[in-house]
């Protein structure tokens, strides 16, 4: 039998952590201090001199990427027409 075991941070520690680490310290080779990872952001991380709150509002939760629809507003008008078919 298999057994499986899930962890999760808490978003706004892990999100505050993130900043701490790759915004402020500029670490894994200032991924996001004029790295790579400023494109993947549109251009919008500008780190190291960004706050924790402008920070979190570009980056987002990663959770929220991970484990929610890609399509929302699509699926949500879906299950309303299936509501109210029924």
């Known amino acids: 039998p298999c057994r499986y075991f899930t962890l ?3 978003p706004l520690e892990r999100i505050r ?3 701490a680490y790759f915004c ?4 894994e080779h200032h991924r996001q201090c004029g790295g790579h990872d400023v494109h993947q952001w549109g251009g919008r991380l500008s ?4 706050s ?3 920070y979190a509002r570009t980056v987002g939760s990663v959770y ?3 484990f929610a629809p890609k399509e929302p507003s699509e699926r ?3 299950k309303l027409e299936t509501v109210h078919a029924e």
């Open 64 to 66: 929220t990427r991970a």
């Open 8 to 10: 999760l941070r808490h």
């Open 24 to 27: 402020v310290a500029c670490s």
């Open 52 to 54: 924790l709150a402008a």
């Open 17 to 19: 952590s993130a900043h």
């Open 47 to 50: 780190c190291p001199n960004m």
């Open 76 to 78: 949500a008008e879906e």
